[in-house]
């Protein structure tokens, strides 16, 4: 501001009247307070304030100066302002302010600054009471619009800077909506500030409500860095609190280092172009507004391109807050990514570490391996150099649990030998032995748990080495060795971790050996020591079939009716021991009852029906057969129409045999009356049951079989019916030439019984129909999945048969016959199985050209197979055709012969065929 | 939404006086302002007024020696623009018609204006304003001067494809985006259609295999394709938790996946989220009836029908 727009005229600055005073050394008063002015003037403020204050010390006592000394207080106030000299400012400013002739506007810009002066000396309630009545006069300086917005950010930074934050935060947001409506640059600054005071003031839920609503429109927030700074921050206090979600809220709303670096620059670069347009558009007051967003993004910037480790520390708070909340995978990928981006350092180091710790929490062994790979790789010879042991050793674990058991080894050996002095050496020697117990490594195993207990005597895990060490003897069939041993580790280790397991373990191996009546006294000295162990049951199981073998038969049926129904396999077990201990004492009302009690509690049991049968027996064993009968219906009746009880089936297979031969009529009659009411009553479920039942009673192939298969075909449903009645309703579709339908039935089996045993005849059900309507690649395929999925199967030659049909068909012969060969050279093949592979061998060497060869196969069949007539008879024809073809017309005559000859075959069409031959070759007269 | 910057600029412009003015900035520095009253593609023609109201004088400017024009606001603009997603259709429509020849000039706005248009369009609930939206993001993507809306206009095409039912269209463009670009949104955008994909994929696998767990073959295929969508899905959430639709989006299809493959407790541990970190998104998805479904089948599993 100019001296002449001040109305300070220095021509009037010393008295005419009075004696000039006399010059101070070199320089007038006058040309002292010119030079002054001048420098002001020339906004060369460090002179000018110099000058000044030289001129007043030098002439403070001339009388003539006094007036001007006291007219240039302003001029004097508004340097110091401008050096930031506001201690010595502020009497200055204090005394401009109190003098009426000082000009409205100077008043105006002193009134501001006197705020400052009083703020930057720490009188902050006085700075608070300049800057409101400034703003309190804001009407009267409208051009000072923007200085009265800043006033009143200064007045909260005052609360601020007085430690008052509480004050400060509701000051801000009481002003917020009206500086929003008035100023968007100062409600951009008030939002950093207000975070601020809400975060110092503790008061941290509503600073977490400020910054949800914030970001709701966060391009408004021009000084974006400090906020999202200010919200980390926010975030670190909530996971110190262990508020995970709020943490979580504040941490997953702040950008990367490079995305903030980016849009700022971008802010940067928008602003410094929209300040252009301003300028050519003559905008000045938005100049100033724009101009100072420019400077304090600029600022910001600079400040943060130098913080190197944002990332890292946003990353791993985020990380914890989802670890607080028991949300492994997400904490996983939080540090898998960050990992990948950061350079090798030792927060990396640590990170990586608990990130395989996470992958292991959620199972995802392979993403824990590759963690740890990754971690050898970057940080192994470096920054992570201290916990490389730690992560090898989780790398082997990770391994283990994912069944890699050689690899696990190896990894652990690796760890024991490379960092044999690190606290997981030991644990790495332990996992060892229990891998090579998973790999059935059973010596080395024992072995290597002796030698852990030798070279690390002590440590933690001898316990475990000494306990598992007789394990490895037990697993290895070596009870006497298992015993001791275990006995040994009883004696050593009083507070053992294992001491019921050995216990139990001991009187285990006194059983293997047959030493029952010393089983017997261990096993119950086991079960009273420790009562509600793990092996409880199979315990009372072993020591109930201890006690029979003694002769203790009350005392045996004792134990196992106390083992527990939450033991599946060994309750069911113990019952039927029970039952089997009742029928050694031929108390068969008891056994009746007993077994009978099975039904009722547990018909979903796989041992339904063997219950059934044992009920059943009693009957017959008391001579009353038809009530033995009689107990397998009511069974059906009243268990039959419960789809999930597939032993039902096997009731009708034990009711069959019941019936036998003779009483064949009469079982199918009470078959189709239970269907008949089963279809009455809506249960169809024992319709399909009793149709089914039917389909096997009646003869292959009759009217009546067919028509209960088709009846139990409309009522099956693969879903929740028993697989082995869903594949015999396939098969029944497939017999009657209806493809289509039964595919779908034999799919919707495998679809619905994954592990059903009768998923092969699925598989080989598909691939004939395959076969038949043309598709062998489809048909391959499913023998493929056949042999894959059901390995085990007692189809295997049927698939084989079958694989070498379609590749037969496809021409290739060759492919064929070694399918056919294969099957051949399994030793547990049929004779029938055998038979057919000879015969089909046969057809396809024949097919090849090869028709000597194909001789000798096909007289190998009706030589060692005589009693499949069927294949016998077609192979003495297929030969003798081939030996014709040969132009061994005799050969070929003598085979004819010797068909026609063979008694068995008599009225077969191959014999006819024959003599037809026989007779053309002019030979029929032999036959 | 309008930055602070942005809302000053407005306000600015329609404070001044100089607001009708048209600024053109020059390749060697300076500006100047006046009424362009022809642009092609030689270049333009500026009224420029004389000092002293002494009326004007129209200056010729070669394409050559334009860095950027900054075109005076049209009457009605600042509103539409202001309004966002409320602005009326047609008004808006005929804007960009007026706009839409300026699309390749720095620094127009026309792009801004369609991209505008695209949103409302597609927030209509008629496929025709789909079809619409799809051929304007169309031209803006291949004709804005800025990179940015062109990406911008990209996300908003793959958008109204997904919407008239082209996903399948969509997925291969949406993989090449994945590879090359850095733009968040776009890239979230492209990312979540390739994870539907797989999703119905995890859906239909499911299906064919209601047994899959105790199906040795199908149960690592299914396992191997859950976790790679639970990565994918918790993407968002996780690196753009900004992304409010998205991060939203990314949880209710993270707990979908859950629950499809029947872990009920983490299901419901992703809609907690969705509730407790995105409260506004959450009324979009239908939690509370995920939540009943879960306890259902919950129900189911303890006591399961014969």
Known sequence: MGLAASGIAISGLVAQEDPAPAPAAGRTAGELLGDARAAFEAADFEAADALFTEFVETYRDEPQVAAAIEEIKVLRALAKLRLKKFAAALPLVDASLADPDTPPEVVDQLAFWRGLCLMQGAGYRAAQVAFGEFYRDRKTRPEQRSRCHEALLLFAACDTLAGRHADAADFLSWQMPRLRRESAEAAARATVMLLYSLLEGGRLDAALSFVLEQYGDIASVTQLVSFQSLTLELGSRFLDAGEYHKAIACLQRVWKRDRLLEHQRERLADLEAKLEILRARGLEDFVFQYDGMRRRVASELEGFVGVADFDAALRLRLASAFQGLGRYREAALVLEDMLETMEPSETVAGATVTLIQCWMEVGRWPRAVAAADTFVERLGEGAGAAQLPVVSFLKGRALHSAGENVQALEVFRDVYRRFPDSPVAGNALFMQGIVLLALERNDEGIALFRDMRRELPGHPLGDDAFYWQGMGHSFAGDHTLAREHLGEYLEAYPEGRYRPDAAFRRAFSLFSLADYSASNAELTAYLEAYPGDAYNDEARLLLGDGLLATGALDEGVASYRAIAPSSTRFFEDGWFKVGKALKLQKRYPEMREHFTGFVDAHPSSRRMAEAVYWVGWTHGAEGHAERARQIYWETIGAQGDRPALFGVADLFDGLRKLYGVEGRPAYRSRLAELARRAQGEGLPTLELHAQWAAAEAWPEGSAEARLAAGRACELVDPELHNPRIVADCADGLYDRGELEQADALYAELRKWHPRAPERDRAFLGRARIAQRLGRPDEALALLARFAEETPFSLRVAEGKLLESEVLAARGQHEAGLAVLADLLADRSLSSGSKAEALFRSAELLAASGEDLKATAYFERVYVAYGKYRGLVAQSYLRRGELLDKLGRAGDAAEVYRELVGREELKGMAEVVEARRRLDEMGEGGDA | ?306
Request: with cysteine; glycine share 8%; proline share 5%.
């Open chain 2, 1 to 306: 939404m309008r930055s602070a910057a942005g809302a000053l600029l407005l306000s600015a412009v329609l404070a001044s006086p100089l607001a009708a003015q048209d600024v053109v900035r020059l390749v060697r520095g300076g500006a100047l302002s006046g009424e362009i009253v022809e642009v092609d593609d030689a270049g333009l023609r500026l009224r420029i007024s004389l000092a002293g109201g002494a009326g004007s004088s129209v200056r010729v400017i070669p394409a050559a020696q334009i860095k950027a024009i900054d075109f005076a606001p049209l009457p009605g603009e600042a509103e539409l623009l202001t309004a966002g997603e409320e602005a009326p259709k047609d008004e808006l429509t005929a804007l960009w018609a007026k706009k839409r020849k300026h699309l390749a000039l720095p620094n127009s706005n026309a792009g801004e204006v369609g991209l505008q248009l695209g949103e409302v369009l597609l927030n209509s609930p008629d496929p025709k304003d789909h079809a619409n939206a799809r051929n304007l993001y169309s031209i803006i993507e291949g004709g804005d001067w800025e990179p940015k809306r062109r990406a911008l206009a990209r996300r908003g095409r793959l958008n109204a494809q997904v919407r008239l039912g082209a996903a399948v269209d969509v997925i291969a463009e949406a993989r090449q985006i994945a590879d090359e670009s850095d733009d968040p949104e776009i890239l979230l955008e492209a990312k979540h259609v390739l994870a539907i994909a797989e999703y119905r994929k995890l859906d239909a696998l499911i299906g064919e295999n209601p047994k899959w767990r105790q199906d040795d073959l199908v149960r690592p295929e299914v396992e191997a394709l859950y976790h790679d969508l639970l990565d994918r899905f918790l993407h968002p959430f996780l690196f753009y938790g900004t992304e409010a639709a998205a991060a939203a989006r990314g949880l209710w299809y993270a707990g979908e996946t859950y629950r499809l493959i029947g872990e009920g407790a983490r299901a419901l541990e992703c809609y907690t989220d969705l509730e407790k970190l995105y409260p506004a998104a959450a009324e979009h998805y239908g939690i509370a009836a995920a939540r009943r479904k879960i306890s259902d089948q919950n129900d189911e599993d303890t006591h399961p029908k014969e």
